[in-house]
């Protein structure tokens, strides 16, 4: 198990669940960051902050300090 | 009958709402182009108006343009849904759906950028994907303006018909039992309160939801919710929002694996990535935004700058020559004839020449938007806003700032908290506008014509380093805080409409000219009439007897620790508060025969330029600020600190030069 933000440019992730709280994890759940889900880590922007994603079929960025409340495993 | 056209952000509504009504609005590809409501008659039928909603993910009251949305429906009651769903984008666009199916309103999904899906080799069964959802849907392509016709077909007889979506199960196991009895119990009350019950139900199961209390529950059946609740979360193992997003998520999996054959990614999402891998790639891109930043000014200012103004300037020169000669022909008074010359032809001769510059640069500007740049600068450019305290949102509305100060400021809007708001709308008069052009154009040309890229640039990147000072000072202040979350979907590439580019272009010059000839020709003329008589009403031989000269040489010694020792600068300054431009058009109708040589110095007309990168921005934009801060309060207060920073950072440079010169 790791958090989001753990993990490298180029990798597959499953997201185990969600730590964050109020309307970051509120918004995170309707986008689509559900338990279960296959997310791909595409790059980061420079000073490794913040990281885009690949998931669902769409590109997402997200910050690396909400990405550390996201728990998921390799895969 | 009153449809509402409701989707996600960047999924093309804003495209088929200018199809279905025939209107003009601003479409862009960066998601929440559209920060209100807009309102249009469909096309070929009398009653039906369209409302436009700024898009959304959800309706969960966190962001502004939800609440916009969801006040909408949930208030108005519109008689219809449109349901904008984006083709290539499938599953996160219906959750939206689905919750828009709890309401009960009649309603169509229209799966947008259909021509796209089908050119990658995919499919969507639009039959089966209705019957799962139990709404009529329709195929459409806005952007090839293919399927419209059916769609507004299905949609007016589905309200005319009242016919509301059909009641699907969704759901199964421990939420649907939760939903169910959380809407069977509250049945009354939500019908009291005017709230769809299977809405209600949901809102309250996801908690964090001020809705449920105008309900008006009781303790017990609050208790009783609670305790469903719980038992759902015990059983489901996750909690109650992460649960039922589970489940709506899990049900769209299912529509689209019977529904929807993808054979793979698009041929736009492939040439995104393709893009990508250089654009927002980690060391080149922050050289490559400016370069493109680089290559937007220079094509603006030098390329088609200089070469259609000074062709339009000859132009306009030649005309004046010409009438001046008529009237003089024609032996028309001369007190008319200076009026229709000095006054009219002088000050709006002065600015118009500026319209090719200034509409290139819209039109540049407008591309980075269309083609989907302005996401990826974003992107970029995040981490080092959070420097200021700002986020990466933020950086559109300052880059919209150097086409205008207006549309910037209403742009601001879209940022997720009312302080990164605030705090944006401060920091865009920092950003030199298109109007501010004519008046460094008009002073490099008359005093550094050997350095003229050189000064102008340096113009623009201090107002932007004086912008990042405040911000910082703002961030340790006033503005303590975090910003946003920055939650931001990157849309795919898009090579931006040719149709768009034309209508911006034409949109552009239309304000311009038009402004051009309200209130510049106005503030001309009337500097004209304040500088040709005196308060008697005499004309006077010499300027320095009129009007505006008494008024202005008492406001004058004011100025004097800037360098400006002449009256007419102050003079002009304070007109330009009409609108930047008349800077220099009452500038040029002042000083008559003069010239610009006569009354500064190459260091009292730097510290000119550098008062009016800084002092306070135009009536429209101090208009738009009082509009989204909420109070005239604070528009005044950004006024004022913004001329007095202009009068220090003048007074500094000129009494510095002067000492160091």
Not at chain 1, 38 to 52: F, H, N, Q, S, Y
Request: hydrophobic share 50%.
């Amino acid at each position: 198990m790791n958090t989001l933000d753990q993990i490298k440019p180029g990798e597959t992730v499953v997201i185990e669940r969600l730590e964050s709280e109020g309307a970051v994890r509120r918004r995170l759940l309707d986008l689509g960051l559900t338990p279960k889900t296959r997310v791909m880590v595409r790059k980061a922007a420079p000073l490794g902050d913040p990281i885009e994603l690949y998931l669902r079929g769409y590109e997402l960025t997200i910050r690396s300090q909400d990405a550390r409340r996201i728990i998921v495993t390799r895969v | 009958m009153r449809i509402a056209l409701i989707g996600n952000q960047n999924s093309g509504k804003t495209t088929l709402f200018n199809i279905l009504t025939g209107a003009n609005q601003r479409v862009g590809n960066f998601p929440g182009v559209t920060v209100e409501q807009k309102l249009g008659n469909l096309i070929g039928a009398k009653n039906v108006f369209v409302i436009d909603l700024p898009g959304i993910y959800s309706l969960s009251p966190f962001t502004r343009e939800e609440v916009v949305s969801r006040d909408f429906l949930l208030k108005e009651k519109p008689d219809g849904i449109i349901n904008i769903v984006d083709a290539t984008n499938i599953e996160r666009n219906l959750y939206l759906t689905m919750q828009l199916l709890e309401l009960n309103i009649p309603m169509v999904v229209a799966i947008n950028m259909m021509d796209e899906m089908t050119g990658a080799g995919g499919s969507i069964d639009v039959h089966r994907l209705g019957e799962m959802f139990g709404v009529p849907v329709a195929p459409i392509s806005a952007a090839k303006n293919e399927g419209i016709e059916l769609l507004t077909d299905m949609i007016v007889r589905c309200v005319k018909n009242r016919r509301t979506p059909t009641h699907v199960d969704f759901y199964s196991g421990a939420v649907r039992r939760t939903l169910y009895s959380a809407a069977r119990l509250i049945e009354a009350h939500a019908a009291a309160a005017g709230i769809p019950a299977r809405f209600a139900a949901s809102k309250i199961i996801e908690g964090g939801d001020p809705l449920p209390e105008r309900l008006n529950l009781t303790e017990n059946e609050m208790d009783i919710l609670r305790h469903t609740i719980n038992k759902m979360e015990r059983e489901t193992d996750a909690r109650s929002d992460a649960a039922l997003a589970d489940a709506r998520y899990e049900y769209i999996k299912k529509v689209c694996s019977e529904s929807v054959h993808k054979i793979r990614e698009t041929r736009g999402q492939i040439r995104s990535v393709a893009i990508d891998g250089i654009l927002t790639h980690r060391i080149l891109s922050l050289p490559i935004f400016l370069c493109v930043m680089f290559l937007v000014f220079w094509l603006s200012f030098n390329i088609v700058g200089k070469f259609l103004s000074s062709l339009l300037a000859e132009a306009i020169s030649y005309l004046t020559l010409t009438v001046n000669g008529a009237l003089i022909a024609m032996d028309v008074n001369p007190v008319m004839r200076s009026l229709a010359v000095d006054g009219a032809l002088r000050g709006i001769g002065g600015i118009l020449a500026f319209l090719p510059a200034i509409a290139a640069l819209f039109f540049f500007l407008s591309i980075l938007e269309d083609s989907g740049y302005m996401a990826r600068v974003a992107f970029v450019m995040d981490r080092f806003l959070r420097g200021i305290g700002l986020s990466g949102r933020s950086f559109v509305p300052l880059l919209i700032g150097f086409g205008c100060s207006v549309p910037a400021i209403m742009a601001s809007r879209t940022l997720g908290s009312e302080r990164d708001k605030r705090m944006t709308i401060s920091l865009i008069p920092f950003i030199s506008c298109s109007a501010k052009l004519p008046i460094y154009a008009v002073f490099i040309a008359a005093f550094f014509p050997a350095h003229s890229a050189f000064v102008m640039l340096g113009l623009y990147v201090a107002g932007i380093l004086l912008g990042i000072l405040y911000g910082f000072l703002m961030n340790k202040t006033t503005y303590m805080g975090k910003s946003a979350p920055f939650l931001m979907e990157l849309p795919p590439y898009r090579v931006p409409s040719a149709k768009s580019a034309r209508r911006l272009i034409w949109m552009k010059s239309k304000d311009f000219i038009s402004r051009v000839f309200t209130i510049i020709l106005l503030t001309s003329i009337a500097v004209w009439f304040l500088r040709t008589f005196d308060f008697r009403l005499n004309m006077t031989a010499d300027s320095g007897q009129s009007m505006l000269a008494v008024v202005g040489k008492r406001v004058a010694p004011l100025f004097t620790p800037l360098g400006f020792t002449d009256w007419r600068a102050p003079t002009a300054l304070i007109v330009g508060f009409t609108a930047k431009e008349a800077v220099v058009s009452s500038l040029i109708v002042l000083l008559g025969e003069e010239r610009l040589t006569d009354i500064f110095t190459p260091l009292s007309a730097a510290s000119f330029l550098i008062f009016t990168l800084l002092y306070t921005p135009c009536a429209a934009a101090v208009a738009a600020a009082k509009r989204e801060l909420g109070s005239a309060a604070a528009a005044l207060k950004l006024v004022i600190f913004q001329t007095c920073t202009a009068y220090a950072a003048a007074m500094v440079f000129y009494q510095l030069a002067r000492v160091l010169c």
